[in-house]
Every structure is written in structure tokens, then in C-alpha cells.
């Protein structure tokens, strides 16, 4: 009969899934507060550790908040509470509910933030743009693969705006609406540093978050032919994605231990932008 | 009777609009290609040194191109015209038209790119958020001043959407459309790194291009009673708004100086996005 | 009517004794944990953040521990309760008690560490060996001042092992217990670094903790006639010395502002050394 | 019939018991002075090259001083006879004396100070706490061990009280003087780096030298159960012990080689303190 | 019949003479300005890419300009035509007259600049004085080789004189006249940094340019029984040797790629000296 | 009635001269090797301290060696004999001979090697190019003055080449003979990095040694017609002019405070090229 797992036991679950190997050096993932004896019945996901997410799972009862993004990347020396980290801190320790980070890490693995945005993207033959140094050949940063068939640059746009949660800023595009696009490459959250990346295996269309006006103007100038076209969308929307996946495989690992946990994903948008003015 | 100025007497005249001594200290100002004594008839103006740009100054005959962003800011051993900023630095020398760059200088001057764009937004009293190190108290990076009378934040953000030319991805806000707001704060270009000065400085709204989902996430935990709102506008089109009014006050300089010029405005959007799909 | 302070005036307080601008350069101090307008009727005073000192506080009822050394001089990504300091940090938001650091601020301050130590050894018109680079010309790290008289380096290093608090490793002297001493020269917690300035000074005798062989070797070798001395003492226990007089400093400066609380000075020793053998 | 080497054929022989390539990459270790076709026809063994121990071996008439610590560590522009460096290689050069260096090399290599200082104790099966990155497995730095029996930490103490030089500091011991004690880590000299080392090889009790407050009690609060314990003792005295054996094992060499030399071991004692205080 | 060939063509034959991949991590090789697909009929080759020389390669015709030296070996972000350099890429740009350069990978290949030079002096059995790191044994900075037979140093000094271009400054010796030498140890161009290595490989002379007091006099200090003897020669001069082998080698090259060209050296003297006097 | 002076009083007479305050932050200058109370009843002066000069010291009966150029700029952590620099060491304390360095202070100094050279030719109203950051206006690094009346380059450059001792390689000249010369630039030693100094003052010719291929190259690159013209002479023998003078001061210094000691100027060539092949 199923029971009720200790947070050390998520966490080795969630090390199955997300291994820290996989993590970038300059990273901080893993176990951010909580204590590992303390059962968790209840585990919340979300892309930010903010303070309306945090509300939302200590509100619900959570024992375990796994998000996305780390709290206290850059090292802190304090968590004093007039803080808005500090804040988070005191209100997780106050109401016993943990939080664990899988950023990097969660990016990089199989059946991470980036196989799942192929995935929904219809991607075949996906494999990484920046393959993992220590790995799987199928682990590892942003991802490439086809679409079968192919279809005009527009078309696939509204395919991208339509798998994504919808946030106010909806989808940039550079590119002809007209073009013809097969080989597709990709990376969830902020990929500037991926552009040369996608540009040199070969892709019509780049997809990513936070394109800022020097990175894709001079991607724009050095394109070949126009291509990697790119597909600017939101950081928060095709990092949310993952959740539902991440939750269901967490779930199901934990089941299989004979644990049985129930899970949420946060239906708090966090993504800053709440309205949008455009031409047309 | 009004005569045709050598490039150096171009120069001369920016200067007195844009001083050198207003760059940071990281930028690369000043003239990029050319010769000094070649006449300078016609003068285009552009935000950015691309090739399509370049071709449509060298095209119309212009002697000299200003933009404000450098084309060699990183510094190159080369010019190999195979390579972009190679190909520009060919196609300029061979069409006997100089390059020169007002960027942070141009940004930081009285009727800068930071003093226009207050001037559009109807703003009094404005003031540099940061201020030079060197230079008057009008004079530095970002500007904040006041609407009279206020309004809602739905409405300025129309204000400023209609105030700059139309690119593909408008205008996001982070904010509530009904708050009242009146001191406003803005940075043309990419300001991520004033959003603390704007939020220290009491601004109601803060304006710039190329946010990304970690500052503005940041600054919106951080913001006092959700204030300073965002709006985050296209770089390009924030700093184009410069470019007639940057035009004239060369024009106006040389003329009092005796000289006699043709001034243009490149009418080529470098924004690099095409399309946008929104919700609703 | 005394009434019980909020946390932020319990901080305010400190801050006129141990100003935050006499902290060095690289040390954290001030608020580590704890919510700004809790109330707070008891303080508890300690030299480390350990456990055992934690929970002492918390078992007391404090609602605010002030200790001299910090817990999170390195900065931390994570305070995962299974590391000892995300234990302490755990056990302080739990039991709702606050976390407050008075390190080198509170050694350079007027009536701090250094201050203490001196005035209980004895000693006039005692001066900084390094004065604070901002502040008071009576600011500063380390002291030297005068006995009146002078007394021969046994008899004085025994003034010194009677008034510290009794520790197992007691004290260690470099020189000859018959020599007179007058000029004395003293630096709480670990001072190697100010050796160079005692013997510049002129000291017949210099007193710290934590002195290690090579720079005692280096001074004794350099010694002018043998001085200055040396007396090794425990880092702690140089330090725990100025417990009682900031317990009743901050309660003095509290009721002077209309406050009432409960101080008390932690009686656990946390000199790591438990016991000493020693020839004859 | 044995004969008097050269200086050179000394430093041959020590290469072969402490190789250079032993010694760690920031560390001065070989000849510091001295001409190499010089007769040695007697050598004095120390720990610390200072101006007492360079007279005592001046005056006994010895072509060479070997000393485990270095005399020029961080590197001189001046050897000025007023400074004691400089001092100290006046007196060498005047005096015909050579002055050979075997420090970290010292340290790490079979039979030396790590070695000795366990063996003396009764370890076995000792291997290195931290291997030498290029050697062999034998080699590193401090040294793992058991105890057969094991032992009261109390009794063990006295073991190592008893079997190190008298000096005035004597052992201090952090943990309870009745808990069994079996496996025991050691590192001569100050070993504060290597307390993580000794507490992840399962060490019950560690013991070095200039054990400082900080790492001390870091140490303790990590600790598992209390252990390991820690001895700190008198980083000269745990140095000094090798000096006989070093001076053996080179005499030794030597003979093999058909050469004759005198040794000797300085009977100066250079730890700095010379009483103390203590409790009880 | 023979055909003339595009720059793209005239670089990949450059390139199996002198492969990028042997030039220092530090140089910058290779084309610095030219479009690659314009036709190439003449080539000129120098050593320094001045004004006066590139004046003499465009007035004469040539497509293409071969030099040793890198025009902007340190990053340039302007090509302003009033700076040397910035009017040289100006001449370059508006006569249709690319540069490539050829420096260290020049000097360290097969057939390059210190080949070339052991050669003429008569060396047999040459090989690198620094392999290079990836490459093949012959490749390299600096030979050493062998005169069959030796000879009195000021003989081969007179032979250095003889072999080399003539200017103003001739050829400075160090080391006695009648001493007879074998092994050769050389360096084109500025090798300083190659000193230690030519006495370490046992040279007898070794033979470089721009030698200063201060490295000069060293080797002289350290020299075994004076040797190796120093011979200053011109930096230019050194490196000028090469050019006819080098227009011959890539002339050959492009013939048995079915292309034809014509070369030429440059006859101007960039040795930056004019006159000089000497003693008797 | 004249006494002998111990070395301390003679370092003092030579801080008087060439004080500390005057050296460059990375020199190392003062005392090198010696006892302050030995009697220096004989100084010699030189260049280098290499092992020929030092002998010719110590075989004179020398108390003090003064030279221009430090023996262990870069730091030493080994005085061993076998190495050159250690041999010098020994020899020197051996014979007890203390050994001076008056390196950049030398330089900088009024009546230091810069203004003796500018003296020996002639100029007039000379002034430092780099002046001293802190010290007189007449201190610093190189000169400038003006020739009365102007000669041709050629009879300028004959004046130095008759000024300074002889060495093999002579003097070298960049320039025209004929060209009217009056403003004279000049930096005893190795002086690459005033060329910029030289030009930016108005000089018609600029004076060093050890002038390499690419900085003189690049300084004719730029020359305004032609000015400054170079003259590269030894750097040995343009310190060396320096000797006799300063021998001199010294010595007046030492009488005016009523000491007695013989002084003499090392005769042995240190520049490092014996002989020389000259075209013509």
C-alpha cells in the first residue's frame, strides 16, 4: 500500500530525472530549504520562485515546491525578511514547505525543458545544440530536429503560439511569412548564446526567449539566405511547459518506488508583461 | 554664399552636438572610415551600420553615414569582406562614404536620444537618471521627468505607442491599465541596468527596450505597490525617434557655420522582427 | 510606560553603537534572519551562531540573537537544513527569532571588543593600531594604551589568564617572564595581521588569538630586544569579554528610547578545545 | 675507506629520499645557498631556519643546515644583513655553511614527516589523507591509520603528549575524554586544509597544528557524533620529531654511496611560546 | 592554358604552404582586407605592411599583397583614414588590393621564414627549436642545425653579413672571433624568448634579431665557456630572406593548380635605420 | 681630520642624491647585500652587476659596489651558488663587499643619468618627458632641451656617437643627415616606451638603446615629416656616461659631512656585443 515519502526521498527520485551532473558549473541547483525527514504529501511545480508562487503552494499545503528557476543564484549573506528573498525563505521555513531547484539540469535531460518543447513542437530526431560534457549523447543544451512534413514559416509561428501558454506578448517573428521551414532548433528560457549554435547546424528557424536587438540584428545580418529565421517567445511561457511533463514523470517515478504524492502544477502566470499594445 | 564642407568640418560640428567626452568608457565613438578632407554633401542618418543601410546611403550618393550604433565596437583584425562588418567596411571605402558613430554620447547630449524621447512623451522637468561624471546637470544616461496633468496607464502606454514608429512586436506593459501614474522614467535603447535607478528615483512607470524575463521579474517582486510599472518598447524604435531631430541640429550647426548640406533619414527598419502573434 | 520594541528598533538601536560603516570591506554584518516588525522582548548575546547557542536562544523565548561572528560570511546558494548552517537558519525562522551580526563594526567601535578587552586589562589612553579609514579618531581595529605602573610579563600575563573567561587551552607566552612591560598592544578574535603594527608601534607586549608558528616565528625573529611579546590567547574567549558590556549598552540605549527588554549573555562556551595537557 | 662527499653528492642523496617533484607547485624547496663542490663533513638537521639555529650550526662547524621550512618562501629583491633574512644569509655564506631546504617534499615522501609522526604514534596500514598527484600511492599529503587497539581518547592524547618534544603550548584536545578512538588522521605542521579530508575518510580523531578558532569550530558543528576529534598540537614539535630519522636515513645513504659525514640534530627549541597558563 | 585565379583561390594555395593552424594563439593571420571572389593577377610580397610599401603594391598593379608583418595585430575599432594603419585599409579598399598575412605560421612552417634562412647560411640536419604544438616535427619556431664543416665564429659571421640584405645597422656579434663554432641555433625576426632554448639545445652561436642589454647580457652571464655566441642581425633583414622563396613556392603552387600569376618582391628597405656609425 | 664612513652613512649620502621616493612602483632599489656597519673605505661604480665586475670590485679591495642595474629584480627564493646570480651573491659577501643599486631613481633624478647625457650634448633648458609623479619638476624619467645653435642630424648624431663610450655596435640612425636638428628628446637605457612622449613633445630626434624592430617602425609610421628622427645607441653606454659623475657627487657629499673614501668607475665593457660587420 502506497505511502507517504520523506523530502530525502523525492529528492532521490527527482535525481533519476534530473540528474545535478547535468547542471552548468556557474549554477545552483538542488535542495534550496526544507528539512529531509519531513514527509511530503503534496508537490507544487512552478518556473519562479516568487512570492505569489510560494503563497500559492504554502497556501495549498504543500510539503515541496519545485521550481524552475533557483532563489539564491548569486549567494546570499543574509535572508533578512524585508528582503523579497528573504521573504520567500521565512515564508517556506514558516509554513514547512521545501524547495528544489532543477534549472540547468532540467534544461539538459532527457525528457527536460527542451525535449518537451521539441516534443509538443513535433520535432523528429531531435538531438542537442550544445551536447552535455559528461552525459548521454541525448542530453545536453537546446535541441534540433525535423518537422515531417515541412510548412510555411507563418504556419509553423501559429503552431508555436498556440502550444504555448498564452502570455501577453505572444510571439515575435523575423522572417518571411512565406518560407518554406523544416529543420527547426530550439531552447527554452533565455538561448542568445545558442544563436551561432543553431545558425551552424544547419536550421531555417531558431526559437528561444529574451532576443534582445544586438544578438538577433546581427544574427539577422550574418543569416544565410534569411535562415535560422527566429521565433522570439516568452522565457516564462516555454519554460512552463515542462511542468505538466516534469510533475507526471515525478509522479510516476515516485509510484513506482511505491510512494504515492499528489502533484500540482502553478497556475500563476509569471510571465512580468500584462498587456500588450501592436501594430494592426 | 553657403558651401560644401569638408568631412572634418562635419565632424567638428558633432562634436559641439555630441561631445566624445560623454561616452562611456566602454563605447567606441567617433569616425569608424573615411578621409577627413573628402566633401561631405549629403548626410545619412541610421540607428544601425547594416548592410542594407549602408548600401541605401552609398546608393543615394551620401559622403557620410551617422549611426548610432558602432559597427567594430569589439574591436577586429580584419576586414575581410566576407565577413559582415568586413563587407560594410568595403562597401563604404569604395563608395567614398564615411561612417561616424554618436552612441552613448548621442544618448547622454542635451537633445540626445533620452532628451527627444521625454520630448515626445510630453515630460517637463526631466532630468538624467544617471548623471555624467562629467558634463552639465542636464546631461547623462536615462531621463525622468513629469506628466501634467497624469493619467492611467493604458492611456500613456497608447501615448507611447503612438509615438514611435510601428515595428512588428509593439509595445509590452507590466502594470495595472486603470493605475494613475505621472513620473516617468526612461532609457532609450537596451536599460536593463537603470532599473534600480528608476525604481530608487520614485519613478510611476519606467520605459526602455530589450527587458528580459529575469530584470523585469526582479524588478516587478521588488516594485513598491507594483511601481515602477514597465514598458518595455522595441530598441530599435526607441532610438530612432532620434534620428530626425539629430538631422536637423547638424543641419542647423553647419548652417550657422556657413556650410550647406542635404540631410536624410534612412527609412529602413532595423528592428529585427517581422510578425507578431498575439493573444486576442 | 516602557513598552516591548519591534525588531527595526532594536536594529536602529545597535546601529548608533556599532555603526555599519565601521565594518570592514569584506565582513556581513547586520540583520541575517528575522522579520523587521516582530516584537522583541528578550535579546540574547553570543560570540559563534552554533547550534547549541541557537537553540539556547530559541529554548529561552529570545525573539533576537546577537552574535559577533557571522554564519554566512561566504554567502550561500541553499540553507538545505541538512548543512549546519541551514539547520541554524531553519531552528531561528521556527522558533520566530531573529539573527543579528555585530562582527568587525563591533570591534572598531567605541566601547567594542577592543575597547573592553583593554579597559579590563587595565590600560590608559589606549588609541587604535589601525584607525578606521571613516570615523573617529577613537575608531578603529586593535588597541594600545598604558599600564600604570609597569609589572614584569609574568605577573601581567597573569592579569590576563584572570580575566578572561576560563578556557581549557588558557594562555601562551613568547618572552622572558621577568622582563617589565608598560606599552601593551591587544586585537580580539584573530589578529596576526596587526603583529607588524604592534612591534611598529612600539609595544612591549602584543595580545590575540588564533596566532599561528610562522607569523609568531617571523615576529619573534624580528623582534627589537625580544618585544614585542607575545600572549596567545583564545580567539573566544577575547571576544566573549565583550558580551556583558553590548548587553547592557543596547539595553541602556533601549530604555533611553522608552523600551523595555530582557537581555541575557549566553552562557555556553564555544572554544572549540575541551581539555589541555601540558608539561608540568 | 670512506670519504668526505661534496655538496653536490649530499643534495644527491637527499633527491633520492625527498624527490623534488614531491613538493607542492607553490612551495621553494632545494638549495637556498651554499657552492656545491664545498667537502660537507657535517650536516645539522632543523626545523626552522632562523638566526638562532644558522648560529648554532655555524659554530659547530657545519658545511650544511637542512631545515624543513624555507628561508626565502615568498621570494626577496635584497639579502640587506639588517633584515634576518639577509642576515641569515650573511652568516651562512661568511661561515662556509650551506643551507638545503626539504619542506612539502619533506612532508609527502615515504618516511617522512607524515610517515614518522605516525609511526611514533603506533598507526598502521597508514596511507596518504591526500595522494601526491604524480608519485607514489605511499606518497601525499598527512596520513590515515588505525589504532590496535583502539583507545580513550584521553589515553590516546597522552600518547601523543608524551611522544612529542616538551614544549610549552602542549596538546589541546576537542571531545570527550572517555569516547573510543580507533582510527586516527594526522597532518604535521598546520593542517586546517585537510580537516574536510580527514572527516570524509571517517577519521575518529585528527590532529595537527595552528589550529585556529574558525576552522576548529566549523569542524565541530559538522561534525558526525563528535568525530572527528581534534588534537592540535605544537606545529614545530610535530615537525621536529622527523629530524632524527631524516638525519638517519641520510647518514645511511651516504654510507651506501661510500661517503662519511657527521650528523646532528638541533637541540634549539623554535617553537615561539615559552610558558603558559592553564586552568586548573 | 593556364587561367588567372580568384583571391579565394590564391589563399587556399597559401594555405598548403602555411596553414593557420600553425600560427601562435596570440597572432592574427591570415586575410585582413580583400573580396574573395575578385580576380587575382599579381602578387607582391613584403615584410612590413607600410604605407610606402602598399603605396608600391597598388601603384603597381597588384591584386593581392603578401606580408609577414599583421597590420592590426592588436584590434582595431575604428579605420579612420588620418591614423597610418586606417589609411593603409583605405589604399587597400579603393585599389581593389587585398592583404593577407603570413606571420607566425610563416615562420614556423616548412619551407617558411627560419627554414629558409638555415638554409642559405648552410645548416644540415635543421630541425625546430620549439616544435610546434600540433604539427609536424619539422614545423616549428627556430631551427637548429649543423655546419659541415665549422668554422672560425668571425668567419660565419662574415657569411651572416654576406647572406642577408644589406642595411644601415650590419650585424652585431658577441663572442671571440677566432672561436671555432659547428652548431647553429637561429630565429627570424625578434627572438629573445627563444634564448634559453638555443643554449639548453647546445648551440654555439645563435642568431636572432632585435637582441636588448638586458636578455643579451644574460645569456652572456650564463653562457658555458662563452658559448652560444650571440649575432644581432636586423629584424627585417632576417624575415626579407624568405620573401623570394615564399613568391617562388606559391607561384609553383598555383601553376600546379592550373592557375597563373605573376609575383613580386618588394624592394623597399623597411628597416627602420638609415645610417650608422661605428667605431675604426 | 676625513674619516671612514661606515656603509649606513654612505647609503645616507646616496639617498640624498638618488632618493627612494624617486624609483618606478616595480624596481627594486637600496641595498641588495651587506652590513650597515661595516667601514667603505673604497666604492666602485658600474653598470651591471655581473660577475666580471664584481670581481674587478672585490680583487680591488671595494667595500661597496654601486650599480645602475638591480641583480634580483624579479625576486629569489635560492642564493645558490650555481646559479649566476647566486655566484654574485656569494662573492660578495664572501669578500665583503656590500652591493648598491640606484636604478630609476638614478634615472630620474637631477644629476642622474638622463640629465648627465643631456648635459654631454649640449641641450639647453631641459625638462623631464614623463615628469615625476611625486618630486621635483626637474625629476622624471628622459629629457627634452634644444641645441644653440641646430645642426644637421648628421653632425648630431657624430656628436653622440663621440659623447659616449665606445662600444662594437655603435650608433644607429633613422633619418635624414642632412635635416636641420635643434629639439632633442633622450632616455638613458632602454626607452621603447617615450617614443610616444618624444613625438607628442615637438622633438626633432629621440635618443635610446635597445630600439626594436617594431616600435621604431611604427614611431616612423607616424613621424610628422620625418621628426623625431631615432637615434639608437647601447643602452650600456648611455647609463655608463652616467659613472664618473656620479662617482663624483657621492664623494662630495661624503666630504661635506667629513668622510674620506677613494672612489673608482669599473672599466669593464658590459655591453654584450664584442664586434660588428657594417656595410660600406
Given at each position: 500500500?502506497?505511502?507517504?515519502?520523506?523530502?530525502?526521498?523525492?529528492?532521490?527520485?527527482?535525481?533519476?530525472?534530473?540528474?545535478?551532473?547535468?547542471?552548468?558549473?556557474?549554477?545552483?541547483?538542488?535542495?534550496?530549504?526544507?528539512?529531509?525527514?519531513?514527509?511530503?504529501?503534496?508537490?507544487?511545480?512552478?518556473?519562479?520562485?516568487?512570492?505569489?508562487?510560494?503563497?500559492?503552494?504554502?497556501?495549498?499545503g504543500?510539503?515541496?515546491l519545485?521550481?524552475?528557476?533557483?532563489?539564491?543564484?548569486?549567494?546570499?549573506?543574509?535572508?533578512?525578511?524585508?528582503?523579497?528573498?528573504?521573504?520567500?525563505?521565512?515564508?517556506?521555513?514558516?509554513?514547512?514547505?521545501?524547495?528544489?531547484?532543477?534549472?540547468?539540469?532540467?534544461?539538459?535531460?532527457?525528457?527536460?525543458?527542451?525535449?518537451?518543447?521539441?516534443e509538443?513542437?513535433?520535432?523528429?530526431?531531435?538531438?542537442p545544440?550544445?551536447?552535455?560534457?559528461?552525459?548521454l549523447?541525448?542530453?545536453?543544451?537546446?535541441?534540433?530536429?525535423?518537422?515531417?512534413?515541412?510548412?510555411?514559416?507563418?504556419?509553423?509561428?501559429?503552431?508555436?503560439?498556440?502550444?504555448?501558454?498564452?502570455?501577453?506578448?505572444?510571439?515575435?517573428?523575423?522572417?518571411d511569412?512565406?518560407?518554406?521551414?523544416?529543420?527547426?532548433?530550439?531552447?527554452?528560457?533565455?538561448?542568445?548564446?545558442l544563436?551561432?549554435?543553431?545558425?551552424?547546424?544547419?536550421?531555417?528557424?531558431y526559437?528561444?526567449?529574451?532576443?534582445?536587438?544586438?544578438?538577433?540584428?546581427?544574427?539577422?545580418?550574418?543569416?544565410?539566405?534569411?535562415?535560422?529565421?527566429?521565433?522570439?517567445?516568452?522565457?516564462?511561457?516555454?519554460?512552463?511547459?515542462?511542468?505538466?511533463?516534469?510533475?507526471?514523470?515525478?509522479?510516476?517515478?515516485?509510484?513506482?518506488?511505491?510512494?504515492?504524492?499528489?502533484?500540482?502544477?502553478?497556475?500563476?502566470?509569471?510571465?512580468?508583461?500584462d498587456?500588450?499594445l501592436?501594430p494592426?
Amino acid at each position: 500500500m502506497p505511502k507517504t515519502p520523506a523530502l530525502q526521498e523525492v529528492i532521490d527520485a527527482a535525481e533519476e530525472l534530473w540528474p545535478h551532473s547535468l547542471a552548468e558549473s556557474w549554477d545552483a541547483v538542488g535542495l534550496v530549504a526544507g528539512r529531509r525527514d519531513a514527509p511530503v504529501a503534496k508537490i507544487h511545480f512552478a518556473v519562479d520562485p516568487v512570492s505569489a508562487v510560494v503563497d500559492e503552494a504554502c497556501d495549498a499545503g504543500a510539503g515541496l515546491l519545485i521550481t524552475h528557476h533557483p532563489l539564491l543564484l548569486r549567494g546570499v549573506t543574509s535572508v533578512d525578511a524585508s528582503d523579497p528573498k528573504g521573504a520567500v525563505v521565512h515564508r517556506l521555513i514558516e509554513s514547512g514547505c521545501a524547495l528544489l531547484t532543477a534549472h540547468t539540469n532540467g534544461d539538459s535531460a532527457v525528457g527536460g525543458v527542451n525535449d518537451v518543447l521539441a516534443e509538443i513542437l513535433g520535432l523528429r530526431d531531435q538531438e542537442p545544440l550544445k551536447p552535455a560534457e559528461e552525459g548521454l549523447t541525448e542530453e545536453g543544451l537546446g535541441r534540433i530536429g525535423s518537422l515531417e512534413p515541412g510548412m510555411p514559416l507563418g504556419e509553423f509561428a501559429s503552431r508555436v503560439f498556440g502550444a504555448l501558454p498564452s502570455v501577453a506578448g505572444g510571439v515575435r517573428v523575423a522572417g518571411d511569412q512565406d518560407a518554406f521551414v523544416q529543420r527547426i532548433a530550439l531552447c527554452g528560457g533565455a538561448g542568445d548564446s545558442l544563436i551561432t549554435a543553431a545558425h551552424d547546424a544547419g536550421a531555417d528557424v531558431y526559437i528561444t526567449g529574451d532576443l534582445r536587438h544586438h544578438p538577433a540584428s546581427e544574427a539577422r545580418e550574418r543569416a544565410r539566405g534569411g535562415r535560422p529565421y527566429l521565433i522570439d517567445v516568452s522565457h516564462f511561457a516555454s519554460e512552463w511547459l515542462w511542468l505538466p511533463a516534469a510533475a507526471q514523470a515525478l509522479d510516476r517515478v515516485l509510484s513506482e518506488r511505491g510512494y504515492e504524492v499528489e502533484v500540482a502544477v502553478s497556475g500563476i502566470n509569471t510571465d512580468p508583461w500584462d498587456f500588450v499594445l501592436t501594430p494592426g
